[in-house]
């Protein structure tokens, strides 16, 4: 289910009023959120992942979902600056951790996944 349109404003005016550039999005299903997030300079890449200081990236474990709302994605330019990645959340973030400069690195993140193992993502 996509995020309530009030709740997904407010992220929108809290990643603007501290000019988020590097953010993190786990669970992202048709992709709704995610468009909030990327100012208009915003850019990644897969091979960015793990490595820039200057990033947007997405985990979901359905890419189904995600396709399904890549025409709106397209339709917004977007295509080229998100960076998706397919896999189950805990295994992408101990990758991530796996290089230390990304490490405390993030200006955000938006954990909309699975509920019981919230604990653990922190
Ligand atoms: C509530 S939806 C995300 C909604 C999205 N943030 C939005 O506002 O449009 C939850 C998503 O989490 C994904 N998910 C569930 N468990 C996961 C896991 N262990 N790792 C990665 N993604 C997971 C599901 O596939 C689903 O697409």
């Not at 953010?23 to 091979?47: C, N, Q, R, W």
Request: glycine share 4%; net charge negative.
């Amino acid at each position: 289910m996509a995020t309530a349109p009030e709740a997904a404003q407010l992220i929108a005016l809290l990643l603007k009023l501290i000019n988020a550039k590097k953010t993190i999005e786990i669970g992202v299903f048709t992709g709704y959120s995610l468009l909030l997030k990327i100012p208009d300079d915003g850019k990644a890449s897969a091979s960015q992942f793990y490595t820039t200081k200057f990033d947007y990236s997405y985990v979901d474990l359905d890419r189904d979902a995600y396709e399904m709302g890549f025409p709106v994605i397209k339709k917004a330019n977007d295509e080229h600056k998100i960076n998706f990645i397919q896999s189950p959340a805990l295994s992408a973030l101990d990758e991530l951790l796996n290089d230390h400069d990304n490490r405390g690195s993030f200006d955000f993140a938006f954990i909309d996944t699975d509920k019981v193992s919230y604990q653990k993502y922190h």
